[in-house]
DNA sequence: TCTGGGGTCCTAGGACCC
DNA sequence: TCTGGGGTCCTAGGACCC
């Protein structure tokens, strides 16, 4: 979906269309979610501090997120997708592989859905058609909004030959500024590297990984029922907090928040963990695995301040989150073969 | 410009077992 | 006596994605 949660804002109120539009907390730590086109022109993009986005466009429009919202217009865009395409693979609110291997005409069909999406929805996407997800996936990205573009394989090594690694999803920051400094600054150049000395530098499977990433290569099948392994609640304070006195009620705060969830979804997991980031932004998690899986809120809570107790942090403490993992798959895990629905999506989302 | 919230996957080390 | 070779589970950190 082209900037979706602007898109959506922008649906409710046709008077935004055109303008720079922000989509982003209210916060002192607020970042943006997403940022219109319009927006973008001022260097504005997701995780661009809200402060920051102030200053560099104080015209925008800004507008806290409803995630109520962006979830119902998500559900009536996936179904839309499952009406014409029969394997639909889910990812996050915004974003879908279709399987169109069964089409005589899979461009004609990418195209109705494309069309359908518009009419149905009233909302605009980009499309990328490909032998596998790597290759649709960038495609989708190669020119946005309202994209619609068709690569081979070898067109799309060819086409993002010059461009950075980074424009792969899955090579981030990090790899690229490893790569930069091993003296690879294109996907050319780490398509041709030699396999041993990736090998080397990034070991006997990333370096692999990422030259089969280069050339476009990926495996991948659609996976039509994603299944949650963890779910969790995490807050970041508007002011550091300092001593386990003011920690601990948020704490039970978000154990009780997450627990809500698990109960009313019938899931359980044996695994508590917490999760809290310091002023210097070092980032700490402690956990501990139960007998038996659990979302007994007395359980959760007491465990995580007991985790957060041992860990007891000597700094002020800017993040506290609570996560329960290893969750049981009983509650989501569809029949086999069974097609999907609306339903699973909305449990998937 | 100091950096959200919710996830996934990978790695490495240690415990433990056969 | 100075010590194998798996395999699994668990924890903690980190990279990455939407």
Redesign the pocket.
């Known amino acids: 979906m082209d900037a979706f949660y602007v898109s959506v804002e922008v649906q409710r109120r046709p008077e935004l269309r055109e303008l720079p539009v922000v989509v982003a907390?209210s916060?002192?730590?607020?970042?943006v979610?997403t940022a219109s086109y319009e927006a973008r022109r001022f260097g504005i993009f997701?995780?661009t501090?809200a402060?920051?986005a102030r200053?560099l466009c104080p015209d925008a429009v800004f507008i806290p997120p409803d995630f109520d919202l962006y979830r119902a217009r998500s559900r009536d865009v996936m179904a839309v997708l499952c009406e014409h395409v029969e394997r639909v693979e889910v990812?996050?609110?915004?974003?879908a592989y279709l399987d169109l291997s069964s089409f005589d005409r899979p461009k004609a069909a990418a195209r109705r859905v494309k069309a359908a999406v518009r009419e149905r929805a009233g909302l605009g996407c980009s499309i990328g058609i490909g032998p596998n997800k790597l290759v649709a996936?960038v495609a989708s990205?190669a020119e946005k909004p309202d994209g619609f573009v068709v690569l081979s394989r070898e067109q799309a090594c060819e086409r993002f030959a010059a461009a950075s690694p980074?424009l792969?999803?899955?090579?981030?920051?990090?790899?690229?500024e490893?790569l930069r400094q091993g003296g690879i600054e294109t996907l050319g150049q780490l398509a041709n590297a030699s396999g041993e000395a990736l090998a080397s530098a990034f070991?006997?499977?990333?370096g692999p990984h990422l030259a089969r990433l280069a050339r476009f290569e990926d495996d991948r099948s659609i996976e039509t029922v994603?299944?949650?392994?963890?779910?969790?609640?995490?807050?970041?304070f508007d002011a550091d907090l300092r001593g386990l006195d003011a920690l601990e009620p948020v704490l039970d705060r978000?154990s009780q928040?997450l627990c809500e969830?698990l109960a009313r979804q019938n899931r359980k997991g044996?695994?508590i963990?917490i999760k809290v980031?310091l002023d210097?932004?070092?980032?700490?998690?402690?956990?501990?695995?139960r007998e038996e899986p659990t979302n007994d809120l007395q359980v959760v809570r007491s465990t995580a301040r007991d985790?957060l107790r041992r860990f007891d942090p000597q700094r002020p403490v800017?993040?506290l989150?609570v996560?329960v993992?290893?969750?049981d798959e009983a509650a989501t895990a569809a029949g086999p073969g069974a097609p999907a629905t609306v339903d699973q999506l909305e449990l998937a989302l």
């Open positions: 907390g916060g002192p730590r607020a970042v979610t997701s995780a501090p402060e920051r200053r990812v996050g609110l915004d974003e996936k990205d980074g792969i999803p899955g090579i981030g920051p990090k790899t690229v490893r070991g006997d499977r990333l994603r299944i949650a392994k963890s779910e969790s609640r995490e807050t970041t978000l928040q969830t044996r695994t963990g980031r210097d932004f070092s980032t700490h998690t402690r956990a501990r695995t985790l800017r993040l989150g996560r993992a290893g969750l």
